[in-house]
């Protein structure tokens, strides 16, 4: 391998499958410590690949926003302006880590040599006609895992270990408190994931009376903001989170006691950070879709299963650091 090479790693979203792939993009700079790694990222999740270390730079697109006004000249312009730095940057390897049509089209304006999942090992196999090469990985595999593996089946390594995210929490947030806290994490994409808020109310009172923790209740959009300003009003201790970014989010995960939360992006980032973490699942397999259990980190719950207050809290005194 050459004194540097450019390496494009192209997935683009969602929050947890981009924390999904810290520990590959780990493992790779360990043997490869001369790799110039770029990451191509959708723009409201960028901030989540400039947090890992071994990331040189972050280009953005916004599919997301771009498909809504298709039409608008502006659009086409910053598509144009994406497609012209990908083209323009020399790249020696672009691996497409996701495997779909979304990710694999603008991974393909690079005009560099492009690889990524073959047919049986994605969702999408028309994805893999625009590969010049593929690798079977397992699907039955978890996702961080299957990305270990298809980074080191294209650099010629073998996985070791268990994964390592290697991304360090961010600053403290200025607007919290002194104190331990722990952070309830209630929000999520659909209602069937989410936890009752009598179940919440319940830990809550548990966590203040047996350790005395302040309770931090972040939120994301309106509903989850008023549902956080119920479950405050619920509990002692409780403080709903001002509006965060994710690298304030870092922040506050990274610094907490503990961190108990449904299916949601932030909990795989409270995993990466190595706290006592409780992941609580109603509607999805956490064989899945779940954090990485560590002595710090473990699942709860199933489709169809809804865990008990009891069960949540002994499973979070379970966790290192929580003793």
């Given amino acids: ?28 700079k360990t043997h490869y410590p001369n790799l110039r790694i770029s990451w191509l990222a959708e723009e409201n999740f960028a901030d989540i690949a400039r947090l890992h270390p071994a990331v040189d730079d972050v280009i953005t697109l916004a599919w997301r926003r771009w498909r809504k006004q298709l039409l608008s000249p502006a659009t086409w312009a910053e598509m144009k302006a994406v497609r012209q ?23 393909k304006f690079s005009c560099a040599p492009l690889t990524g999942y073959d047919r049986h090992s994605i969702r999408e196999p028309l994805a893999c006609l625009l590969y010049d090469k593929t690798h079977r990985v397992d699907w039955s595999l978890s996702a961080v895992e299957r990305c270990r593996l298809l980074l080191a089946k294209v650099f010629g390594y073998q996985p070791e270990g268990s994964p390592r995210f290697g991304v360090p929490a961010a600053a403290r947030p200025d607007w919290l408190a002194q104190g331990e806290y722990a952070v309830l994490l209630h929000a999520t994409s659909r209602a069937s994931k989410e936890w009752p808020e009598q179940h919440w109310i319940a830990l809550g009172e548990q966590l203040v009376a047996a350790h005395g923790l302040q309770l931090i209740i972040p939120w994301g959009n309106a509903a989850e903001q008023q549902r956080a300003e119920r479950l405050a009003a619920a509990m002692p201790q409780a403080v709903v989170a001002p509006r965060m970014n994710l690298i304030e989010a870092c922040g ?35 064989g899945k879709t779940g954090v990485v259990e560590t002595p710090w980190a473990t699942n709860l719950g199933n489709i169809g299963q809804c865990p008990t207050v009891d069960a949540v809290y002994q499973a979070l005194l379970a966790r290192k650091d929580m003793q």
């Fill in 252 to 286: 506050l995960l990274g610094h907490a006691r503990a961190v108990i939360g449904v299916d949601t992006g932030l909990c795989h980032l409270a995993n990466a950070l190595n706290v006592p973490l409780v992941a609580i699942y109603t509607d999805t397999d956490p």
């Fill in 1 to 28: 391998m050459r004194a540097m090479m450019n390496v494009l790693i192209v997935r683009t979203s969602s929050m947890g499958d981009l924390i999904h792939t810290w520990p590959a993009i780990t493992e790779l």
């Fill in 85 to 107: 730095q990908l083209r323009t940057t020399p790249w020696d390897l672009v691996v497409d880590c996701q495997g779909l049509l979304k990710s694999a089209v603008p991974a």
